[in-house]
Every structure is written in structure tokens, then in C-alpha cells.
């Protein structure tokens, strides 16, 4: 079954159509690279799907149940996916391991030893152990983007969002955030993430998706949207970023 399916959104500010009418299918264990020009809503789609914006239009569908319906409780939804952004957005007055504590014991009521050993556990794997009492100040930014993507997985997501994760870190600290999202990938996780990092896409993503004008002008595996595009404007882009 579909993890994720988004049918006809439509997502305005004011007179500005940001989302047109947008498709999206993602399957179990795929990975799905957004791309586009900045403004053509990748973020804003994200954001639908994790319900920080309202729709003007249309249906998602997580797993098979409608969480666009206004009667669905957000917090709800949210528990299910996982979401990363580019500027981290950690709690700078908590410690790594608060950071990635925080929700599974307040939000989803977890006994602080089992949240706790699960968080280890994760940095363990991130490599990042040594870590879980300090200060996210304290961190490079691909540790704290590293940390941020610890904190999103402790709560087990079926799905994760991840907005160009990689875009505020120093080229040297690219690598570490990718080679997690590698991991990720092998252990099955369904992921939908916005990049400009088109080597990127092309490595891990199953489906990439060029957005254009509110919608998903074409859609395909890497090799061919990026390889091959059939479409005029993802030539376009392509050519102007490559
Ligand atoms: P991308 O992530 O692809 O760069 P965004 O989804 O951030 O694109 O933005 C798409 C368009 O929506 C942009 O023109 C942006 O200015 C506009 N936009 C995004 N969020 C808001 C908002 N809260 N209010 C008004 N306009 C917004
Ligand atoms: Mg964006």
C-alpha cells in the first residue's frame, strides 16, 4: 500500500497559487527527491503533508486515512511522520539527549529509561554517542543537523520530511548528513525530500519530482527525469543549475 498520496492540492497565499492542482504517490520504502526552482512550493508541499499549512484543495492520504480532513487531529498525524528542516531547529537550552527525549516522553508518554535508551541508541548508530549530554552550540552543524534527525526518528515515524537538510551545513559536513540518509534508506525508511543536490537525488532517490508552476510537471526514476527529461521546462532547470 501507499505510505503517501496527494491528490489535487491547492495551497494559496493571497493571489499567489503556490500549489496547483499537485499529485504525489509515495510507496513503501521509496524514497522521493523534490525538485525545482526555489518558490515552486517544495517546502510548502512538505509542510501540507506534515499539516502546518492548511489546504485550499485537495486530499492526502497517510497510509489510507484522510489526514486533510479538518475532523483529524494534527498532533495525531504529526506523531506518524518526521520531519527535518535545514536550519536544525534544535533546543538550544536542552542537551542532545533532552533534544531527542523531549517528545517521546511528553508527547507519546514513553517511561523516561525506555525514551532514553532508545535516543542512546540512535546516537549510538549516528555516531554520535559521546554527544548525549552536550549542548547544541557545542556541535558542528552537521552534528546538530545529525541530532535533529535523531530527534525525528525517536518517535518512529512511518514517514519522513526532510527540507533541504543539507543546505545551511559547510561543503566538508554535506557528506555525514548524506551517508545518514543512506542508512536510512537501506533500512527502509519511506522518505520524501526537497534537495538541489541533484547528484544526491540521483543516488538515492527511487522517484524523482520536478515541481513547476504548483504542480509535478514530471515524475520518474533519476536516471530519467534527470538524465532524459522529456519535459521542456525540467530541461530548462536542469541545464541552468548543472
Ligand atoms: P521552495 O521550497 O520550493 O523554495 P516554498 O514552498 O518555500 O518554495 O515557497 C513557494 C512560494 O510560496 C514562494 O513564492 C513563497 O514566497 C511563498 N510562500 C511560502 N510560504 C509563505 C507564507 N507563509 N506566506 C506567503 N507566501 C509564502
Ligand atoms: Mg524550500
Request: proline share 5%; charged share 30%; glycine share 8%.
Given at each position: 500500500m501507499d505510505v503517501l498520496t496527494c491528490r489535487g492540492l491547492r495551497k494559496e497565499f493571497g493571489d499567489h497559487v503556490v500549489l496547483d492542482g499537485l499529485d504525489l504517490t509515495v510507496g513503501e520504502h521509496q524514497v522521493v527527491a523534490l525538485i525545482g526552482?526555489?518558490?515552486?512550493?517544495k517546502s510548502t508541499l512538505l509542510r501540507c503533508v506534515n499539516l502546518l499549512e492548511d489546504l485550499d484543495d485537495g486530499v492526502i492520504e497517510l497510509d489510507g486515512e484522510d489526514i486533510s480532513d479538518p475532523r483529524v487531529d494534527p498532533d495525531r498525524v504529526r506523531r506518524r511522520i518526521g520531519m527535518v528542516f535545514q536550519s536544525y531547529n534544535l533546543f538550544p537550552h536542552l542537551s542532545v539527549l533532552e533534544n531527542i527525549t523531549l517528545a517521546p516522553i511528553r508527547v507519546h508518554r514513553r517511561p523516561r529509561a525506555e525514551a532514553e535508551a532508545q535516543a542512546r541508541e540512535l546516537l549510538d548508530r549516528m555516531g554520535l554517542g559521546e554527544k548525549a549530554h552536550a549542548y547544541p552550540d557545542r556541535l558542528s552543524g552537521g552534528q546538530q543537523q545529525r541530532v535533529a534527525m535523531a530527534r525525528a526518528l525517536a518517535n518512529s515515524p512511518r514517514l519522513m520530511l526532510l527540507d533541504e537538510v543539507t543546505s545551511a551545513l559547510d561543503p566538508e559536513l554535506v557528506g555525514e548528513v548524506l551517508s545518514m540518509i543512506r542508512d536510512l534508506k537501506a533500512d527502509g525508511m519511506t522518505m520524501v525530500l526537497a534537495t538541489h543536490e541533484m547528484g544526491f537525488a540521483r543516488e538515492v532517490a527511487d522517484q524523482v519530482c520536478f515541481l513547476d508552476g504548483g504542480r509535478v510537471v514530471e515524475a520518474g526514476p533519476p536516471e530519467q527525469v534527470l538524465g532524459d527529461p522529456t519535459h521542456p521546462r525540467t530541461r530548462q532547470f536542469l541545464k541552468r543549475i548543472i
Amino acid at each position: 500500500m501507499d505510505v503517501l498520496t496527494c491528490r489535487g492540492l491547492r495551497k494559496e497565499f493571497g493571489d499567489h497559487v503556490v500549489l496547483d492542482g499537485l499529485d504525489l504517490t509515495v510507496g513503501e520504502h521509496q524514497v522521493v527527491a523534490l525538485i525545482g526552482a526555489s518558490g515552486s512550493g517544495k517546502s510548502t508541499l512538505l509542510r501540507c503533508v506534515n499539516l502546518l499549512e492548511d489546504l485550499d484543495d485537495g486530499v492526502i492520504e497517510l497510509d489510507g486515512e484522510d489526514i486533510s480532513d479538518p475532523r483529524v487531529d494534527p498532533d495525531r498525524v504529526r506523531r506518524r511522520i518526521g520531519m527535518v528542516f535545514q536550519s536544525y531547529n534544535l533546543f538550544p537550552h536542552l542537551s542532545v539527549l533532552e533534544n531527542i527525549t523531549l517528545a517521546p516522553i511528553r508527547v507519546h508518554r514513553r517511561p523516561r529509561a525506555e525514551a532514553e535508551a532508545q535516543a542512546r541508541e540512535l546516537l549510538d548508530r549516528m555516531g554520535l554517542g559521546e554527544k548525549a549530554h552536550a549542548y547544541p552550540d557545542r556541535l558542528s552543524g552537521g552534528q546538530q543537523q545529525r541530532v535533529a534527525m535523531a530527534r525525528a526518528l525517536a518517535n518512529s515515524p512511518r514517514l519522513m520530511l526532510l527540507d533541504e537538510v543539507t543546505s545551511a551545513l559547510d561543503p566538508e559536513l554535506v557528506g555525514e548528513v548524506l551517508s545518514m540518509i543512506r542508512d536510512l534508506k537501506a533500512d527502509g525508511m519511506t522518505m520524501v525530500l526537497a534537495t538541489h543536490e541533484m547528484g544526491f537525488a540521483r543516488e538515492v532517490a527511487d522517484q524523482v519530482c520536478f515541481l513547476d508552476g504548483g504542480r509535478v510537471v514530471e515524475a520518474g526514476p533519476p536516471e530519467q527525469v534527470l538524465g532524459d527529461p522529456t519535459h521542456p521546462r525540467t530541461r530548462q532547470f536542469l541545464k541552468r543549475i548543472i
